[in-house]
């Protein structure tokens, strides 16, 4: 099992009053593609940028290969960010937006060109060196500001919903290009998003986030399948959440459980269903919404 890498212990903030992040506590490991999910307002970018440096956290700590970072400044810290507005300079070349960083921290030329064309090449843009971000399409211009931070070989590269500009057919082959370069890379990924789709398609593992609290932290798979809460049912996929009684040979107290709606199986009235164990229920079809691939 890979170490922990980044760890957050107890960390809360609090702006003006106002309690953003409650006590989280999180664990990310070497390596791996980990996503901060939540509705707007959760804490999930609060935590990202006290990760960055950008914001101090009220109290707790937060440690990067296991040394207290809280009190230091974004440039000390061995991570980078991308945000969702890529923040390209229009003036320069890609290679340029490239190599910028490699200038200010006066790294040689030589060593430079090298590790701009290995940035280029890892996000396939090896053609585009000399291009600048107007010439290119939302796709690329993420593409640019991934090997801008990937060049810089950070431990952590921070994602704050880098895709939420594209439309829908870019972002969700963005989605797989962004797991294939993080594995080719081999750096560890905390990625920021409010789309389920996301999170699961792309993570090894997911936080779910609600009201400045950590809901449940698992696998794609454990999240779905495994919800731990009724907020993690009803905001990760789609669910139907009744309430019930658990009724075995002890009678339980009453409690909510979900039905996802591919676990339904429909028959006409009259017609026998399909296996359900037992357990089927009759109803009226009120609505039709067609959305191509699903009714």
């Known amino acids: ?155 952590v590269l921070l994602l704050d919903e880098p895709l939420g500009a594209l439309d829908l057919k870019l972002r969700q082959q963005m989605q797989v290009e962004l797991k294939s370069i993080q594995e080719r890379a081999g750096i560890t990924f905390i990625y920021v998003t409010h789309d389920q789709e996301e999170a699961l398609t792309m993570s090894d593992r997911l936080a779910v986030m609600n009201g400045g609290r950590i809901e449940q932290v698992g696998t794609p798979s454990e999240v779905y399948e495994q919800p731990s809460t009724s907020f993690v049912a009803g905001f990760v996929g789609v669910s139907n959440v009744l309430s019930g009684r658990a009724a075995h040979d002890i009678t339980g107290d009453e409690s909510p459980f979900t039905i996802r709606p591919e676990k339904i199986l429909m028959s006409k009235s009259g017609e026998a269903p399909g296996d359900t164990g037992g357990c089927t229920a009759t109803g009226r079809v009120t609505d039709i919404s067609y959305l191509g691939a699903f009714t």
């Open 1 to 155: 099992m890979a170490d922990v890498l980044v760890k957050l212990e107890d960390v809360r903030k609090v702006f003006g009053g106002v309690t953003a992040v409650e006590e989280v506590s999180l664990d990310v490991l070497g390596g791996e593609f980990f996503s901060l999910l939540g509705p707007s307002g959760s804490g999930k970018t609060t935590c990202l940028r006290m990760i960055a440096g950008f914001e101090a956290p009220t109290s707790g700590r937060i440690l990067l290969q296991g040394q207290d970072v809280s009190a230091l400044p974004p440039y000390e810290r061995d991570v980078n960010t991308v945000f969702q507005d890529y923040a390209l300079f229009p003036h320069m070349s890609v290679a340029q937006n490239v190599e910028y960083g490699l200038k200010v921290k006066r790294v040689p030329r030589d060593e430079r060109r090298e590790r701009v064309s290995g940035a280029l090449e890892s996000v396939q843009l090896e053609e585009f060196g000399n291009r600048k971000p107007g010439e290119l399409s939302g796709g690329q211009r993420q593409r640019v500001a991934l090997a801008r931070a990937l060049v810089n070989e950070p431990e």
